[in-house]
């Protein structure tokens, strides 16, 4: 079993910045993804962004330029660097990672930007 713990969440007035962090632990086969997904209030959960073990990195149209995902697949721990925070950026932010044994996700953190 693998448990997420994510950090870095918080309130932050538009133009903020924010990081977020998502370290796992636990037993597990070798973690190859790992990024983040959101959930505004009444909305479904979206991508955010993605980093392969590989170095591939996607990102969300809506935050491609403002966010940045780094990681650390040696220690397991995923970043995300969160610049230029929109009021539109409010959600609850959730962790994942995939390994073969299928998706694993963190408990969310919420990001709340005020105008």
């Known amino acids: 079993q693998v448990q997420l713990m994510e950090s870095g969440g918080g309130s932050v007035q538009a133009g903020g910045s924010l990081r977020l962090s998502c370290a796992a632990s636990?037993?597990?086969?070798?973690?190859?993804?790992m990024g983040w997904h959101r959930q505004a209030p009444g909305k479904q959960r979206e991508l955010v962004a993605g980093?392969?073990?590989?170095?591939?990195?996607n990102y969300s149209d809506s935050v491609k330029g403002r966010f940045t995902i780094s990681g650390d697949f040696g220690k397991n721990i995923a970043y995300l660097q969160m610049n230029s925070l929109k009021p539109e950026d409010t959600a609850v932010y959730y962790c994942?990672?995939?390994?073969?044994?299928?998706?694993?996700w963190g408990p969310g953190t919420q990001v709340t930007v005020s105008p």
């Open positions: 994942y990672v995939d390994r073969f044994g299928g998706r694993s």
């Open positions: 636990g037993t597990y086969y070798s973690i190859y993804d």
């Open positions: 980093i392969a073990i590989g170095g591939d990195i």
